[in-house]
């Protein structure tokens, strides 16, 4: 409420201004939002994102990358002399920073980059250089015409040798006058799907020169005589990856909660077409088929909720554990959020759209604000890590488990049931024959189901990449042609963990009647998911034809137990209206009045009869 | 001059991409040439596609940087230039040009509501009405648009809350919308251009309802374009895409117009108040009905081949990591999830092209037969248009939004393209019908064949296959057998046979339980809509492998087909595996043999993937795609496109006012 009524920080609404607009728009906020961060005393990180995500209302803002990236950066990774140099003058906003990794050529494979840091030891500087087209640096948010710094990720070039990524802290704009600097070229990159307000960014140097002092040094370092001298762990940096992606697994869940609430809200407000002859236009939400749509996606949004509470709380857990030098889990939670990530990603990412569909013609209008909440989303299925080569990571590990089981070593943590695998492999009996009996009421019983499934297609991915192995001798070339498999591996054990986190949530809830309704959900979480991919739990034996069916009937079922409680389930994520945006999920109801309101502001609405007619139409008329 | 531009100049052609081209199984001219129709249409398409893009008013150039106002005022200068370019050429609505020439302007253009309006004048007015209202039309005097859709209704339309009261004393009917939600929404060139409409509306004569019909209506004035009497109109502020549209929404307190503006070809009011009805009144909808049709072409099937040219082409030239060690980077189209995204895309683009070309038979011959005042076939032409309708455009939507993932953060940018094809197809899922209520549709025509079909009585021809109910296995035994036909279409066949039949024997044992009818029907809709989508993959399957054992088995085109036509079949039986798989025809053995297959086909047409795109034949203007245009200089063109940006251009005014102060630490000053 602080910033709700808060009235400078009101506006127009987004939907009605320009690109440059917005973006003014967003610096004007973001700058009052610094201020008044200072004038209330609020330094405490978590109360710093609530208070910039009701300034922004969920959205991107120019000055995101300097708070997310530039100063944790600095804290992380410079020295002390370089903290001194760099970030108190960023603290206070004189240094604007952005953090330049990707390029134009090169994206989640780090190594390909191609811009160049030359130790010269005559002047000891560092010549930085972007040789080809491929190398310009494209897409740093806040870089094309916010910021005056940025940490840039360049191939470390010393005495003739390349020592690999290193990150430089280069000035790209004269304090001042904001203009490039001399081998500078730096600007925008036009517009994209979404992101309107963010000045994402190209920068381009010609033989720009840095002082050796602008090497984040806190690791690995290069002495005055250009000696390098190398870091002490490189896993270290996995520990960055695994919160950013845990917090997009959070995302999943929001903006996927976010879009549940505004058609599940509209759906009970819109009526259409008739159940019963000569009966009133029933609720859309009554239609079997738009419970269909809906509900699985609610549940989806409470089970990624659950998973992303789990994935933050382990990290910081394990967290701990690094601090004081045990790794040991990091590989598993590593491989664990970049298949969570890509999972719930891609997940949410259809299921807005599914969302915006079941509003028919309105939810295309942007005052459904659902298009806001995909394009806002939908990179995040690129980003911080491509989808498909996130499961292919997840995939790796799989893999590593099912060998180390093979060779007769046992694992631990969510894949120890492939521990399980080398006990019946003692039997003779083929794998499909085996007989899992499976209650489809009880979601303890349907964990064990979605375990089967998981154990069957990592084992069935690993033995095609091992068949690949035998027939030819690259391995890069057999992983390749297993990739489908592998990917599908990597869904499946993550399908399996969430509808274990989810199940195993449901003890927890102490209220029993919250608990009677997240059994609900959980079950229709389970069980739709098994009705998506009947084919797999067919094909290995794990149920029979007859049990499809009464999954597929009991969805059916479960759809309508849930039905009286579908405006409170979304109702209980609590978003205000102006964080949803949205017209047709206004709390009260009121969709029809305020729509036209709403039309009315339309930029073309300005005057009565649009200048084109003069221009245009009335010519053309009077000719023809 | 850029340094990069050197040697790397727009014009020679990317090496990564040119090598692609160099090792085509088949003729890609000849396949451009199948794909049209014949070498003349191919001819006539093109000189079409070059008149219009050498013209600078229809460039698309800034297209990507323009406001909604901006966009909008292109649209209407466009429409209006085009009337004087189709003079000069000597094109003709009825000529064969005309159908490339909104395919070359990519659709922005505006008053393409303007065509709906006279066409439903064509098929629902009188020989009089249309005398009268098309010569004004044609001339544009007038500027038409189509007003069904309300604020509060849209896909089913006897729900629509306008009304239309005759007044048998002055020969009127008076309109109005009674309500919030009775106000029309959505119709496009309402907003703001149009000053006539076609009214969808309740009809009442001295008290009674008969149901909805259309009247045309005047709202704007054709001397100054400022509201008629009793009009409250606007523009219905902004969408996902279509910026260039001014949607609109009309408000109506007792707008009065005379007995002749009701569109009477087969309704009529006579001045006593006398309704008589001749026809059918199904035929009000048939407007609808041969639209769905007439925009699968350019508003679903050619948006999905335009996202396949561009992912395809740019998945060629991007390289990412290393396949072999020691190797330079690989191309991404070489990795195998890269090829398991986009080339079912192209198979499909492919397949549904077939069935278009089908559906516009059918529609050819029907609409003759309606003509001649037939309307037997009325319900099968209703069925296939939205059961198709809503299959493709599901279907292709879904496939755009693979490709703009498929191409990584760079899809993300609207200089790509894909951003705005993604945008304004997905439009497609709910106009002219919302998808799911099409194929419901689609399902109580099935339901209605399959019981006459059960019964021995003779059903249409695109369900005959209904009544030949087999039990049995699939009896294929190693993977290659999948890749015979008969194989698979008969497993379509099988299936989408097995899902209709399970849906009408649930469906009667709930009637039979004591279930009302309705809540009945409720109950199953969740099945009928997938019996429905079984049915149209099956026929698209069934039709892309007819379409190909007719092609000619010159220059390789028969043979790429074929493999194309397996892909197709092959992902969607591994897509839908359980659906297969329930009741055994399909064994679990069997899906690893299909799953090989299909896997195997991949690797295949991996290597005429670009020649597969090649052949659609998009110019690079049309594409208007930073990532995939012909030559794959790609990298270059999206640094030099995003120079123009008027982020780029003018000094923002940000920094004066907000940045500078932040930099020196003046906050309080704000």
Not at chain 1, 77 to 91: I, L
Not at chain 1, 248 to 253: E, F, K, L, N, Q
Not at chain 2, 387 to 412: D, N, P
Not at chain 2, 599 to 615: F, H, Q, T
Request: net charge neutral.
């Amino acid at each position: 409420a602080l910033v709700i009524n808060d009235p400078d920080f009101q506006h127009e609404d987004l939907n009605f201004l320009s690109r440059s607009q917005r973006y003014e728009q967003a610096i004007r906020k973001s700058s009052l939002m610094v201020m008044k961060l200072r004038e209330y005393g609020i330094a405490d990180p978590e109360e710093i994102y609530w208070f910039k995500s009701f300034v922004h209302r969920g959205r991107p803002e120019p000055l995101d990358l300097h708070l997310g990236m530039f100063l944790p950066t600095l804290l992380t990774q410079a020295t002390p002399e370089q903290q001194d140099r760099f970030f108190m003058p960023a603290w206070n906003l004189e240094i604007i920073g952005t953090y330049a990794q990707t390029e134009m050529g090169h994206g989640t494979h780090l190594r390909g980059l191609e811009t160049t840091a030359t130790y010269d030891p005559a002047t000891q500087e560092f010549i930085l250089n972007s040789p080809t087209v491929t190398s310009i640096k494209w897409w740093p948010g806040g870089l094309g015409k916010t910021s005056n710094h940025a940490i840039v990720l360049a191939q470390l070039y010393t005495q003739g040798q390349c020592k690999g990524l290193h990150a430089f802290i280069v000035p790209i704009r004269q304090l001042g006058t904001h203009e490039p600097l001399p081998g500078i070229t730096v600007g925008d990159i036009g517009p994209k799907f979404g992101y309107d307000e963010m000045d994402n960014g190209y920068l381009k140097m010609d033989n720009f020169r840095i002082p050796r002092e602008n090497m984040l040094m806190k690791y690995a370092q290069v002495e005055p005589d250009g000696t390098y001298v190398k870091p002490l762990s490189d896993k270290l940096t996995y520990g960055t990856m695994v919160f950013i992606r845990s917090l997009i697994v959070g995302d999943s869940a929001r903006s996927l909660s976010r879009a549940c609430t505004i058609a599940i809200r509209y759906s009970a407000v819109r009526h259409q077409s008739e159940l019963k002859p000569g009966e009133p236009e029933p609720q859309i939400l009554d239609y079997q088929t738009q419970q269909y749509k809906l509900f699985p996606l609610l549940a989806t949004a409470y089970a990624f909720h659950f998973v992303g509470a789990y994935i933050k709380d382990t990290y910081r857990r394990i967290s701990g554990d690094i601090n004081e030098g045990d790794l040991s889990e990091l590989p598993e939670l590593h491989a664990l959020t970049a298949g969570l990530k890509a999972f719930t990603s891609w997940t949410a990412n259809a299921g807005i759209e599914e969302c915006r569909m079941a509003c028919g013609g309105h939810g295309y209008s942007r005052c459904s604000g659902i298009p806001d909440i995909y394009v806002t989303f939908t990179p995040s299925c690129t980003y911080e890590g491509e989808n498909t080569v996130m499961m292919l990571q997840t995939a790796r590990f799989l893999v590593k488990s099912y060998n180390q089981v093979a060779a007769g070593q046992r694992v631990s943590g969510m894949v120890s049931y492939l521990n399980d695998l080398s006990r019946q492999r003692i039997q003779p009996q083929h794998v499909a024959a085996r007989t899992v009996s499976v209650r489809i009421n009880d979601p303890v019983s349907l964990v064990e189901a979605y375990k089967a499934r998981a154990a069957r297609l990592v084992e069935a991915a690993a033995k095609n990449l091992q068949a690949e192995l035998n027939h030819r001798k690259s391995k890069e070339d057999a992983w390749n042609r297993t990739s489908v498999d592998l990917v599908r591996a990597s869904e499946v054990h993550c399908h399996y963990v969430i509808v274990k986190l989810f199940t195993a949530k449901l003890s927890e809830i102490s209220n029993a009647a919250v608990r009677a309704v997240m059994t609900e959900l959980c079950l229709l979480y389970t069980l739709y998911g098994i009705s998506k991919n009947a084919g797999d739990f067919m094909q290995a034996g794990i149920l029979t034809d007859a049990q499809i069916t009464q999954v597929n009937q009991r969805v059916k079922e479960l759809l309508a137990i849930i039905r009286p409680n579908a405006v409170a389930l979304v109702d209980s994520f609590d978003f205000h209206d102006t964080h949803l945006g949205s017209v047709l999920g206004r709390y009260d109801g009121n969709v029809y009045e305020n729509m036209f309101e709403w039309a009315k502001k339309s930029p073309l609405n300005k005057t009565e009869v649009h200048e084109s007619f003069h221009k245009h139409l009335k010519p053309m008329q009077a000719k023809l | 001059q850029d340094k990069y531009a050197q040697g790397f100049g727009l014009g020679s052609v990317n090496p990564d991409l040119a090598s692609e081209r160099q090792t085509a199984s088949f003729s890609v001219e000849r396949l451009t040439t199948v794909l049209d129709g014949g070498a003349e249409h191919t001819r006539v398409r093109r000189a079409v596609v070059e008149a219009i893009e050498r013209d600078p008013v229809f460039s698309r150039e800034n297209q990507y940087f323009q406001t909604q106002n901006e966009r909008y005022e292109a649209a209407v200068r466009k429409a209006v230039h085009l009337q004087k370019k189709m003079h000069e050429m000597g094109w003709r609505e009825d000529g064969p040009e005309f159908i490339y020439i909104y395919r070359a302007l990519a659709g922005d253009v505006a008053f393409l509501l303007h065509r709906v309006f006279m066409r439903s004048i064509s098929v629902l007015g009188s020989d009089e009405q249309v005398a009268k209202w098309i010569p004004l039309a044609t001339k544009h005097q007038l500027i038409g648009s189509y007003a069904q859709t309300e604020l509060g209704h849209g896909t089913y339309l006897q729900g629509l809350e306008t009304t239309a009261v005759f007044d048998t004393t002055t020969q009127e009917f008076i309109l109005n919308t009674p309500k919030i939600s009775a106000m029309k929404w959505w119709p496009g060139d309402m907003g703001r251009s149009a000053t006539h409409t076609v009214v969808f509306a309740q009809l009442y004569v001295h008290g009674k309802c008969y149901g909805v019909h259309p009247f045309i209506v005047q709202i704007r004035s054709l001397r100054d374009h400022s509201l008629c009497p009793g009009i409250t109109a606007g523009d219905i502020g902004p969408k996902m895409n279509f910026e260039h549209i001014d949607n609109g929404y009309l408000m109506l307190q007792n707008v009065r117009i005379p007995r002749e503006n009701m569109l009477n070809k087969f309704c009529e009011v006579q001045p006593d108040g006398t309704y008589v009805r001749r026809g059918s009144q199904k035929i009000n909808y048939f407007t609808m009905t041969t639209l769905r049709v007439s925009l699968l072409s350019d508003e679903v099937i050619l948006p999905l081949m335009k996202a396949c040219t561009i992912a395809i082409r740019y998945s060629a030239v991007r390289r990412q990591s290393k396949l072999n060690p020691g190797e330079e980077e690989a191309k991404i189209l070489d990795y195998q999830t890269q090829q398991e995204k986009l080339l079912p895309q192209l198979a499909a683009a492919y397949a549904f092209h077939f069935i278009n070309n089908y559906l516009h038979k059918l529609f050819d011959r029907g609409y003759k037969e309606i003509q001649e005042r037939n309307f037997s076939s009325l319900p099968e032409l209703h069925a296939s248009s939205s059961g198709f309708k809503a299959m493709l455009s599901q279907y292709c939507t879904a496939g755009v939004e693979i490709c703009l993932r498929a191409c990584g953060g760079h899809g993300y940018s609207l200089l790509s393209g894909l951003p705005s094809l993604y945008t304004k197809i997905l439009a497609s899922c709910i106009y002219e019908g919302e998808n799911t209520i099409l194929l419901l549709q689609t399902a109580r025509f099935l339901i209605k064949c399959f019981a006459a079909a059960s019964a021995g009585q003779p059903v249409p021809q695109s369900v005959t296959y209904l009544a030949a109910v087999k039990p049995g296995k699939c009896p294929a035994k190693n993977k290659l057998d999948f890749l015979n036909p008969d194989i698979y279409v008969e497993a379509y066949q099988h299936t989408a046979i097995r899902l209709l039949s399970s849906t009408a024997a649930k469906l009667q044992d709930l009637i039979q339980s004591g279930v009302k009818k309705h809540e009945a029907w409720n109950q199953c809709t969740v099945q009928l809509v997938q019996a429905a989508k079984a049915h149209c993959h099956y026929i698209t399957v069934k039709n892309f492998v007819e379409t190909v054992e007719k092609l000619e088995n010159k220059a390789g085109i028969q043979k790429i087909m074929k493999h194309l036509c397996d892909l197709y079949a092959l992902h969607g039986i591994f897509s839908n595996a359980g659906l297969f798989l329930h009741d055994g025809y399909i064994s679990g053995a069997q899906m690893d043999m299909i799953t090989a297959s299909y896997l195997d086909l991949l690797g295949v047409i991996r290597k005429d993937a670009v020649p597969l795109v090649d052949a659609f034949d998009f110019t690079d203007k049309s594409l208007n795609s930073a990532l995939g245009s012909y030559d794959g200089n790609v990298y270059q063109r999206l640094y030099e496109w995003a120079q123009k940006s008027p982020t780029n251009q003018q000094i923002s005014p940000a920094y004066e006012k907000y940045l500078r102060p932040l930099l020196h630490n003046k906050l309080s000053k704000l």
